[in-house]
Nanobody
Framework: QLQLVESGGGLVQPGGSLRLSCTAS????????IGWFRQAPGKEREGVSC????????DYADSVKGRFTISRDNAKNTVYLQMNSLKPEDTAVYYC??????????????????WGQGTQVTVSS
C-alpha cells in the first residue's frame, strides 16, 4: 500500500520552530515531486511549499517565505519542512502530498496523487 506519513507536529509558542517530516511507505520518493499543504479549521486547504525530485527547485507561498524551508533526503526517503518564526496563524493540520513528476507541482490539489493523513501544528502561548 502506497502511503505518505507525516510526523513532527505539536504545540509550540509563537516564534518557535518545528520540523515536519514526510516519509513514504511502500514506495520510493525518488521520482516524486512533493508538496506541503495546510488546512486550518474552517478554511480551505492551501499550499505551503513544494520541491522537485532532485531538490533543486523549491517554491514557497508568500505567507511562509523566509520562515519555512523545504528539503529532501532521498537516501532516507523523507522530505522535511523546517518551520521557523512560527505565528499563531500557522496553526493548521499539515499534509504532504506527492506525484510522479519531476518539477515542483505548485499548489493545485489536483496535481497531487498521494496524500498523507496530516499532522497537527498548533502555535499558541
Amino acid at each position: 500500500q502506497l502511503q505518505l506519513v507525516e510526523s513532527g507536529g505539536g504545540l509550540v509558542q509563537p516564534g518557535g520552530s518545528l520540523r515536519l517530516s514526510c516519509t513514504a511507505s511502500g514506495f520510493t520518493l525518488d521520482y516524486h515531486a512533493i508538496g506541503w499543504f495546510r488546512q486550518a479549521p474552517g478554511k480551505e486547504r492551501e499550499g505551503v511549499s513544494c520541491i522537485s525530485t532532485s531538490g533543486g527547485i523549491t517554491d514557497y507561498a508568500d505567507s511562509v517565505k523566509g520562515r519555512f524551508t523545504i528539503s529532501r533526503d532521498n537516501a532516507k526517503n523523507t522530505v522535511y519542512l523546517q518551520m521557523n518564526s512560527l505565528k499563531p496563524e500557522d496553526t493548521a493540520v499539515y499534509y504532504c502530498a506527492s506525484n510522479v513528476k519531476f518539477y515542483c507541482l505548485g499548489y493545485e490539489i489536483d496535481n497531487y496523487k498521494y496524500w498523507g493523513q496530516g499532522t497537527q501544528v498548533t502555535v499558541s502561548s
